[in-house]
């Protein structure tokens, strides 16, 4: 199997990120929501949660940046045809269009988090990486050059992470996403799963 991508599929290398990224919001949604439903305040499995919450997180803005990189040395596959009521070119324009919307989510969500966490990140409990609070970039930028607290810079940002994208948007939008796939697998039984699979199911 090529690590490159090709004009039919995704290459390996493509697919391992793309997929390693998918299970890396599934743990974040899942360690944020059990911590949120299942958990007391301040007790060990409330705070195990909330650093996997940040770990998974911090590892999705890693690996955008290899994302892009990768996706930059790469051709991308021919895309498959859409619903017959779409012109070929607005299908496709959409399509990448979807697809630049899902990297700004990858890059805005890690970033806002975070930027509007007042924790350091106990690394996947292997290494701390330290709070924001904590950085020099926070002295001469936040404090120094825009006059603000950590409480008065965070709150906007934590309202973005939180109650915008985090309890809405970005689920909508990565449900919209892989319900399109399935869509294009079972209804219209084209290549579009495939080529990001095993290139052969
Ligand atoms: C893939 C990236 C990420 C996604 C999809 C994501 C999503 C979410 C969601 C859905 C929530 C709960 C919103 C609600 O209250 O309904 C949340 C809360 C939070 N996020 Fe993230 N997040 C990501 C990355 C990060 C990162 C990198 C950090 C910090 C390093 C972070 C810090 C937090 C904190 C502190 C909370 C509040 C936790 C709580 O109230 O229990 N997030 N995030
Ligand atoms: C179960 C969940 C998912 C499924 C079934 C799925 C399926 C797919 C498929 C089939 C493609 C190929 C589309 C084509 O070339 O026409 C694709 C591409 C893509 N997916 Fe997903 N995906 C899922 C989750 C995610 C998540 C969580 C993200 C990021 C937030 C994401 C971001 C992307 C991006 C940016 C592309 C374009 C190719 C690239 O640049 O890597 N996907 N996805």
Redesign the pocket.
């Known amino acids: 199997m090529n690590n490159w991508n090709t004009a039919q599929n995704y290459g390996r290398i493509?697919r391992w990120l793309?997929w390693g990224?998918?299970l890396l919001?599934l743990l974040a949604y899942c360690a944020v929501y059990y911590r949120h439903w299942f958990t007391e305040k301040k007790t060990p499995e409330n705070l195990i949660a909330l650093d996997l919450h940040l770990s998974a997180g911090i590892s999705v803005g890693v690996i955008v940046i290899l994302?892009i990189i990768w996706?930059l040395m790469n051709k991308q596959?021919t895309?498959?045809a859409g619903p017959a009521f779409l012109a070929e070119k607005v299908q496709h324009a959409l399509?990448h269009f979807a697809?630049y919307i899902?990297?700004a989510?990858?890059i805005l969500m890690p970033l806002t988090g975070y930027l509007g966490t007042g924790k350091a990140t106990d690394y996947f409990f292997l290494f701390e990486i330290p709070k924001f609070e904590d950085t020099w970039l926070f002295d001469v930028f936040v404090w120094e050059y825009l006059g603000l607290t950590f409480e008065e810079f965070e709150a906007p940002i934590d309202f973005f992470h939180k109650e915008i994208m985090g309890a809405w948007l970005v689920w909508i939008l990565?449900v919209g996403?892989?319900g399109a796939?399935?869509y294009h697998h079972f209804v219209l039984k084209d290549r579009?799963?495939i080529?990001?699979s095993k290139g052969q199911i």
């Open positions: 493509a793309h990224t998918a919001f994302r996706r596959p895309l498959e399509v697809h899902l990297y989510i990858m990565i996403h892989a796939a399935l579009t799963l080529k990001m």
